[in-house]
């Protein structure tokens, strides 16, 4: 596609439901990164994918948190039980590996838990 | 641990003004250097890099930054800042060794007051 597609773009999710929020690269783009920013924050590291393999889990918040690429695309951030505090704008970016390439973001999945 | 701060969160400033947003990075090779703005509303989007060549450099929109490597920074600067740049800016590093992190800061939300 042309762009990072992301959906859903808004998610209201009860506590304790699992949600699942998908994420498109662009073509052609090996490397992918999940974030989450919360109201007024900045952008925190989640999980980093090169082609389906995630060298860095490093910023997963717990557990609950996990996430998976299939064929070098499509990924899909899953979290379950969720909890309010999960509330967030979960964006998702992709780019070529080189390091001086820079990084497209997508719109973002705004999550909210009730 | 790599980081990139950001050492003010909020700045306002007249229509007209000079700008300057301040980015601090803390990685001991050379880091490759970007910075990125949210307008309220819109995703991220790529004002200007750095990864090597020339320190100082030009992006879009008319701003540009200065990496100096002495004082590990990359400060971002507008010469006229016009109100349509009120937006949340955000500076990140890139880093290798084994894997392809992208870390940003936590921000800079600029205010243009007419």
């Known amino acids: 596609g042309a762009g990072v597609s992301q959906s859903p773009s808004n998610k209201v999710t009860e506590k304790g439901k699992d949600v699942e929020l998908r994420c498109d690269p662009i073509s052609g783009h090996t490397a992918l990164y999940w974030y989450r920013q919360s109201l007024g924050q900045g952008l925190e590291f989640l999980i980093y994918?090169?082609?389906?393999?995630?060298?860095?889990k490093s910023g997963l918040p717990s557990d609950r948190f996990s996430a998976e690429r299939t064929g070098g695309s499509v990924s899909t951030l899953t979290i379950q039980r969720t909890q309010q505090e999960d509330s967030a704008v979960y964006l998702c970016?992709?780019?070529?590996?080189?390091?001086?390439?820079?990084?497209?973001f997508g719109q973002g999945t705004r999550l909210t838990v009730v | 641990a790599q980081s990139v701060t950001q050492p003010d969160i909020h700045i306002t400033v007249s229509e007209g003004a000079s700008l300057e947003l301040r980015c601090n990075y803390s990685y001991g090779a050379t880091p490759y250097l970007f910075w990125y703005v949210q307008s309220p509303g819109q995703g991220l989007q790529l004002l200007l890099k750095?990864?090597?060549?020339?320190?100082l450099v030009q992006g879009i929109k008319g701003f540009e930054a200065e990496f100096k490597r002495s004082q590990s920074s990359f400060n971002l600067r507008k010469p006229s800042v016009h109100w349509s740049d009120a937006a949340e800016y955000f500076c990140?590093?890139?880093?290798?060794?084994?894997?392809?992190?992208?870390?940003f800061g936590a921000g800079t939300r600029l205010a243009v007051h007419p």
């Open positions: 970016a992709s780019t070529r590996v080189q390091m001086n390439t820079e990084a497209f």
């Open positions: 994918f090169q082609g389906n393999s995630a060298p860095d």
């Open positions: 750095y990864f090597s060549g020339d320190t």
């Open positions: 990140a590093v890139r880093i290798s060794g084994g894997y392809n992190k992208l870390i």
